[in-house]
């Protein structure tokens, strides 16, 4: 029964009619409760499938609210016997899940504090090496070092493992590869960009559209 009910888990129900009564409780926010049930007397095929695959007597359904909104349900079911509960004892056994909806409440709170609590960090590692970068460009003028701090603080932060360097002509009709660089499972022996002019015209390449437009362009899941 533990295997069956782990699979039950990982099902993802859907919240209208086909739902069946769990459904109808999240929607409505209201508790239900069913005992001495025969599972030929069901209509809804969700609700008979659930009764005659867990052999359920008895099931009691509740909504878990949060700030007025359900977001759940606690379900208690008996599968021996059948068990009798009147309006007394559902409001006791809801108080529970109200402080089950408190417990959840303060996990996602603590939840979300923790995420914004490492988006922070990760925003202010993040500023100090963009300053510290800044502050090391700002201390030379070789552009060779310069670059070389750019790119590979660019590598190290978002994973990019190539980078080509292009500059206009005097001209402005083309630009030109001053640097390339490419992983070493790239070959890049049979085309001499380093040696070839691109001419600026727009549509001719995404490389030119973004020197004309001044705008960036980025693609991923490049389908070759």
Known sequence: ????????????????ESGGTAAECIRTKKPFFFTDINPAAIQNQANRRMVEFFNIKSILNLPIIINDKSIGIFVLTSHSEFIY??????????????????AIK?????????????????????LESISELTRQVNSTLDFEIISKKVIDYLKISFGFEGYSLGLVTADEKFYK???????????????????????????????ADCILEKKPFFFTDIDL
Do not use: H, W
């Open 106 to 126: 303060n996990s996602k709170l603590y939840a979300e504090i923790a995420q914004k609590s490492l988006e922070l960090e990760k925003a202010n590692q993040e």
């Open 1 to 16: 029964m533990d295997n069956i009910a782990k699979g039950f888990t990982s099902n993802i129900f859907p919240l209208d």
């Open 85 to 102: 509960l009147n309006e007394k004892d559902i409001d006791t056994i809801n108080r529970f899940v109200i402080q089950i909806a408190g």
């Open 177 to 207: 590869v001053e640097i390339l660089e490419y992983p070493d499972i790239i070959s890049v022996i049979d085309v001499p960009l380093a040696d070839t002019l691109f001419p600026l015209e727009a549509g001719n390449s995404r490389a």
